[in-house]
């Protein structure tokens, strides 16, 4: 069992930054596949980026490859979601999720057992 916070969201305008934290306690952070999902209202929940246990491979959506980067420091417990030049279609709801080590799918929300409460990220001028 992994309990995900999630912080760092908030109103910012076209073009600027934000990072995204995701803090988590339970047990052995360096064991879980990490990702990060998002959600608008409406929508359905999309792959944003995901990270395997080390660190060394990482994936990314389409959409936000080159503008987002996803890292993590397990000897924090912590995962990060570093947006540049953000866009008003990065508006959501940001969500991480952790997986127990084992075959998956990093792009597919369903292949994840535990998620984060989410933080809002709202771009607009």
């Known amino acids: 069992q992994v309990h995900l916070v999630e912080s760092g969201g908030g109103l910012v305008q076209p073009g600027a930054s934000l990072r995204l934290s995701c803090g988590a306690s339970?047990?052995?952070?360096?064991?879980?596949?990490m990702g990060w999902f998002r959600q608008a209202p409406g929508k359905e929940r999309e792959f944003v980026a995901a990270?395997?246990?080390?660190?060394?491979?990482?994936y990314y959506a389409d959409s936000v490859k080159g503008r987002f980067t996803i890292s993590r420091d397990n000897t924090k417990n912590t995962l990060y979601l570093e947006m540049n030049t953000l866009k008003p279609e990065d508006t959501a709801s940001y969500y991480c999720?952790?997986?127990?080590?084992?075959?998956?799918?990093?792009?597919?929300?369903?292949?994840?057992?535990?998620w984060g409460q989410g933080t809002q990220v709202t771009v607009s001028s």
């Open positions: 339970g047990r052995s952070f360096s064991e879980y596949a």
């Open positions: 999720a952790a997986r127990e080590l084992g075959p998956m799918t990093p792009t597919l929300a369903q292949g994840y057992d535990y």
């Open positions: 990270i395997n246990w080390s660190g060394s491979n990482t």
